[in-house]
């Protein structure tokens, strides 16, 4: 019982507790179980909150004396180490703030809470979620549990190694530009990166620049994400992004669109190399839509080839947070570890290239606009490489050495523009590791994507794939 509940979703939990053929206790004692004997393996979970056992113990009587219970009533979740927990450590994955304890939950937290969920751990993460691999100073690197000598992404690494392990069936993590969905595709689970705004930042850090951070929902399963977006989303009046879209807004085909879908996919358009069994998924994807009677066709961007969305990336993003960097890290130099070392010391970028960079991610939002005109969605590779070894540095695809992050160059464009995307497993290497394919809509079109990605969950080649820990 104590696997099959470890294995379960988040949407299956809690229908087991609301029929009571489970209880909450036994749900969380599984979970806690879990990470005791696979945490030292995979170091995932950096803090275990106290109280959780006494929380669904209360959840528990709850239903028992039959009042109304929310959607995730007695159900565990993590979160990354970004968030703010009231009353549970929050160390954002640095000495500088080793022992911090919040005094309230970050928004995404409180929401949550409010479902009824219950908050089981904190998990890993890159200092200051600053990295494309989930290693720091303070809490160590978190292993993926297909191969633990593999990473298992950044910055939301650790989330997606617990999802993965069994250690948590639902989680919250944070993406700047690769940051739930890689770490999604590299340890074969699903993440949801909404309309910029859609969830607030409100009570995650770095609070700014806030432009291109997301908030999003990580799981095992399409529904959950779906069923997590549902509560998530919304403005709560702190975060000015959010504020600026109404709540319940949902521009996308729904869940039974009345005429036939229109995807696009592409494994290069601009976005450089890509690993020959990672175009391979993606297409495999594609031709598993079409015969499922999706309208897919082979596309083009022009946008993404005039202007690379990394670079752009790089010069806006960078010159932008140097100042919440130099803030944090005043006086606090032998604390630092590599990535923040090197943002801080990276080169500010020149007012002539930082407008460059401004007009490029403008010719890049017209770009994605004319070409959701004509399609619904676009189907494309989540990582340019499945998962790397720990202590990689560089890639070399098609004969060309590139930096590691250039495993990013694809999910970028969507931060910069604010576009939704959601990744999720279609594939496996021939080493057995998992690969994510990515799915991207239109502004406000979260449920487009969802209804893309809950078809092609039950065409996958991989569902139901656990790894063996």
């Known amino acids: 019982m104590s696997t099959e509940l470890t294995r ?24 806690l179980d879990r ?12 803090t275990v909150a106290e109280g959780a056992l006494e929380a669904a113990k209360a959840a528990d009587e709850e239903l028992a004396s039959g009042v109304e219970v929310g959607p995730l009533h007695g159900v565990p979740f993590t979160v990354k180490d970004s968030f703010d927990t009231a009353g549970v450590l929050t160390q954002r994955g640095s000495p500088i703030f080793a022992g911090r304890v919040p005094d309230t939950d970050a928004t995404a ?14 998990t890993n993460l890159p200092e200051f979620s600053y990295a494309v691999d989930s290693d720091n100073l303070l ?15 950044g910055s939301s690494g650790g989330e997606s190694g617990a999802i993965a392990a069994g250690m948590s069936p639902l989680g919250l993590g944070s993406d700047l530009a690769i940051s739930v969905r890689g770490p999604a595709a590299l340890t074969g689970i699903a993440a949801l990166k909404p309309t910029h705004g859609r969830i607030p930042m409100t009570g995650a850090w770095p609070r700014e620049p806030r432009r291109d951070w997301h908030a999003g929902p990580m799981a095992r399963t399409i529904r959950d994400l779906a069923l997590a977006y549902s509560f998530l989303a919304g403005p709560d009046g702190a975060d000015g992004f959010s504020s600026t879209v109404p709540a ?20 290069d358009s601009g976005l450089g190399p890509v690993h020959p069994e990672v175009a391979a998924t993606v297409q495999a994807a594609a031709e598993a839509l079409r015969g ?33 960097y130099a803030e944090a890290t005043a006086g606090h130099a032998d604390q630092m570890y590599t990535a923040t070392k090197f943002m ?14 401004e007009q490029g991610v403008e010719r890049l939002r017209d770009g994605f606009a ?18 790397h070894k720990h202590g990689t540095t560089e890639l070399t695809l098609d004969g060309k050495t590139l930096s590691i992050f250039h495993v990013m160059s694809t999910t970028a464009p969507f931060n910069l523009t604010g576009l939704p995307a959601l990744s999720m497993r279609f594939g496996t290497t021939t080493e057995g590791l998992p690969i994510g394919v990515q799915l991207a809509a239109s502004w406000h079109a979260e449920s487009t994507i969802l209804h893309i990605a809950s078809l092609l969950e039950t065409l996958s080649p991989v569902r139901g794939l656990h790894p063996v820990l």
Do not use: C
Not at 344 to 357: F, G, M, N, W
């Open 8 to 31: 379960s979703d988040a949407t299956e939990l809690a229908e087991l507790i609301r029929t009571k053929k489970v209880s909450s206790v036994e749900v969380v004692q599984a979970h």
């Open 35 to 46: 990470i005791e004997a696979t945490n030292p393996k995979v170091n995932a979970i950096v």
């Open 109 to 122: 937290v409180a929401r949550l809470k409010n479902t009824g969920g219950i908050l089981l751990a904190k």
């Open 139 to 153: 809490t160590g690197d978190t292993n993926n549990p297909w191969d633990l000598g593999r990473t298992a992404g």
């Open 248 to 267: 319940g807004l949902d521009a996308g085909l729904g869940s039974s669109p009345q005429r036939t879908v229109r995807v696009g996919w592409l494994v």
């Open 292 to 324: 499922a009677g999706v309208h897919v066709d082979a596309v083009s961007i022009p946008a993404l080839e005039r202007d690379t969305p990394l670079e752009l990336f790089n010069l806006q993003h960078v010159m932008e947070v140097k100042p919440a």
């Open 344 to 357: 801080r010391d990276a080169p500010e970028t020149s007012i002539q290239d930082y407008v460059h960079a």
């Open 370 to 387: 004319a070409y959701f005109q004509q399609y619904d969605a676009l189907l494309l590779p989540v990582t340019t490489v499945p998962a």
